[in-house]
């Protein structure tokens, strides 16, 4: 059926062109199956100095992606890329190379200012405002994560007396287009965050068939006319301190 819109054309073929596992001929497999992906550049640069993590495996390309391994765990760590596109095409990749765990931390501009820098919101789901996840999953307007997954992850916060909010983000591809009535409609619905990765990061965990789990820090402000960036790249500790939970946290899920 043909629609206006081609993104909505969404095709059940189970194989593309292009699998994942043709790179994996090349890239090889890993030696563990779980993951945390970050966000955090210095977050990776203080592990990497202190000796915390290890190189795992250069995946070649014309961008190429560094995959490190907790030197004392079965845990691998990537640095994440923006958007859908980018980061769930990783992910896709990295479960043809072996992973089936993934934990994903970052941060997201704040749709309520009453949620502070640095609280945690584990992702219960996604609006799907892009178009990656249109390619994975037929059309919806949302798509949630594993309950049990989340459920795990809450237990498991709760247990280390860590606050946090649950819900939903908003996935857009256009940073620069997140207009005031957008961000209006998107918390009015139920949106607690605004970023640029979960529709597709949970869609391919879907497909393919995988445990996927998210904490989001709240970060900048867009909830009102105008932007509020709160200084929220510099909170080093936060960004830390997730970045360890999540590898706690993979162990779990």
């Known amino acids: 059926m043909n629609y206006d819109a081609p993104i909505l054309e969404f095709d059940e073929a189970e194989n593309a062109i292009i699998d994942p596992e043709d790179f994996v001929k090349t890239a090889g497999t890993f030696s563990c199956d779980k993951v945390i992906m970050t966000f955090f550049p210095e977050v990776m640069e203080k592990l990497k100095s202190d000796g915390t993590i290890m190189h795992e ?13 907790f030197a004392d765990s079965d845990v691998l760590i990537v640095l994440g890329e923006v958007g859908c596109p980018a980061c769930a095409g ?54 949630y994560t594993d309950e049990k997954v989340t459920e795990k992850i809450a237990e498991h916060l709760d247990k280390k007396n860590v606050p946090y909010i649950k819900g939903l983000t908003w996935t857009t591809d256009a940073i620069f287009r997140e207009t005031a009535g957008k961000v209006a409609k998107r918390r009015a619905e139920g949106a607690k965050i605004v970023e640029m990765e979960q529709a597709g990061c949970i869609a391919v965990a879907k497909y393919r068939g995988f445990d996927y789990g998210a904490l989001i820090y709240g970060g900048d402000d867009v909830s009102g006319g105008e932007w509020d960036n709160r200084s929220w790249r510099s909170r080093d500790g936060v960004r830390y301190d997730l970045v360890m939970m999540c590898r706690e946290l993979v162990d779990l899920i």
Request: glycine share 14%; net charge neutral.
């Open 90 to 143: 990783d992910l896709d990749l990295f479960h043809a190379m072996g992973v089936k765990k993934v934990m994903f931390c970052g941060g997201g501009g704040v749709l309520d200012r009453d949620i502070a820098v640095g609280r945690v919101l584990v992702v219960e789901g996604a609006i799907r405002d892009e178009g990656f996840s249109y390619h994975y999953l037929k059309p919806s307007r949302y798509v």
């Open 57 to 69: 495996k250069t995946i070649d390309g014309e961008n190429p992606l560094t995959v490190y391994r």
